[in-house]
């Protein structure tokens, strides 16, 4: 069975690099990594080297989504069962690997999500700790993916990637954890017609993370799109609003965490507002649906 490390790396086109990367750094709270020999820019939330590149791109969404491998032995058989379900994965050059501090890493499109997927080692010895700014972030949450073949993307990265499903909110999205990491999920899958990037999430640590994002966000005049409210799926607060690009992102904190084993069952809960958000917050129609189609792999390996 495939073991995970984590939901690790998100690659995201913007359509203004340097807006983009002020807006990370001073409003989200991500720290500068650097930036790379193709004008991308690399910023961290965690212990790794980079958990976000930022590129210059003519329409803003996901570009690339990147999980770990808990370890080198998950590599090979990762590998053949994406060969046996019929998916080109490419390795990424050993130059690529090393700007991102990786060992050896695949890029693969899914398309069932409609997504480049970036499975990683990073090399040893790159851990270091990540000094929070304006947002105590402990790491990057999830992904969710919008796709309109969500019953078949659910099966695949169940069925043939090995991540574990813990909830399901009518047949709107469903939650998986990238497996044995004990998030309630690195990953939803939610219907919708396009394939594109639903949101991006990073865990903070408490409630004032929530409330002084609430007062940056409308100093900045960056739109809060929905809550502050409470998930009941995972038991997440959670604020959701949008990049300058109209990207929604979440801060959430308190969000299950299950065991590797003995997990409890996974539920299918109501498709009802007070399913998403106990307080009963409105959601803005602009959230979850700013993002252009994802891009495709050729994109993802230009700079290969
Ligand atoms: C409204 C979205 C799809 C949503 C719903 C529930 C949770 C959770 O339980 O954590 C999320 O993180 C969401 O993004
Ligand atoms: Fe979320």
Known sequence: MIRYQKFGRVELNVT??????????????????????????LLRC?????????HAAASAGLRVAGFGLEDE??????????????LDAREIPPALCARHRQQRALR????????VIEFYLPLADTARPFRPGVARIQRLGH????????????AFW??????????A?????TFLRVWPNPWHHGIGIASAPEYSLHHVNY?????????????????AQSPVVFGPGRHPASESVFLYFLDPDGLTMEYSFGMEAFPERFAREPRQLPLAPEWLDAWGSERDPRCFTGAAPNAPLEAAMEGA
């Not at 690099?17 to 820019?41: K, M, N, W």
């Not at 992904?143 to 659910?154: D, G, L, Q, S, Y």
């Open 16 to 41: 203004d690099l340097a807006r983009s990367r002020r807006y990370y750094e001073d409003i989200v709270g991500l720290q500068f990594v650097e930036q790379g020999p193709e004008g991308e820019v």
């Open 46 to 54: 965690d212990h790794d080297h980079h958990n976000v590149v930022l």
């Open 73 to 86: 032995s998950q590599f090979e058989p990762l590998r053949e069962r994406l060969r046996a379900a019929g």
């Open 108 to 115: 693969v499109f899914e398309p069932r999500v409609g997504a």
């Open 143 to 154: 992904v969710v993916f919008n796709t309109p073949r969500a019953a078949e993307a659910i």
């Open 158 to 167: 169940r069925d043939v990637l090995n991540f574990r499903v813990s909830d």
């Open 169 to 173: 909110v009518g047949e709107m999205v």
């Open 203 to 219: 865990m903070v640590s408490e409630i004032d993370d929530i409330g002084r994002a609430l007062a940056r966000l409308r100093k």
